[in-house]
């Protein structure tokens, strides 16, 4: 990808009803998933587990690490620029708390998302899939 690509990870979140965590960054109005870009010699995992603890004070379930597929998307905090973000299921321990760049988290039904500014990752990729992923676990 060239250089107007920023390169990411992303966590799909989900708590028992099936509905999906949000944050929103500071000085933004746009609802994404909690994630972010890899520091230098940091692996996916490694680099999510920072961000979750940075953004939401708490920690990822090792045992609950899903890959869910690359996804690209117009960045929507950076005009000109895309995301290609790695996404994974993850559930967290600890209490989400918005830390450091975030200031809002919010908790929405994929299915129906209240009117809110959503990144194109979020609208386009993550949502369909988690939509999609909760009907196929209530079929079990």
Request: charged letters at 25%; proline letters at 7%.
């Amino acid at each position: 990808m060239d250089t107007a690509t920023i390169k990411i990870v992303a966590a799909l979140i989900s708590d028992e009803t099936g509905r999906v965590l949000l944050v929103r960054k500071r000085g933004t109005r746009t609802f994404m998933q909690p994630g972010g870009k890899r520091d230098s010699g940091e692996d996916d995992i490694a680099a999510l587990s920072r961000e979750i603890a940075e953004e939401l004070g708490c920690g990822i379930v090792p045992a609950s690490i899903r890959p869910l597929g690359e996804f690209n998307a117009v960045a929507a905090n950076e005009p000109g620029f895309f995301v290609q973000a790695s996404l994974y299921r993850i559930d967290v321990t600890g209490e989400i708390t918005p830390n450091q760049e975030i200031d809002e988290a919010i908790w929405i039904d994929p299915a129906a998302p209240p009117d809110v500014d959503l990144a194109p990752l979020t609208r386009d990729h993550v949502l369909p899939l988690a939509v999609a992923t909760t009907s196929a676990a209530n079929v079990d």
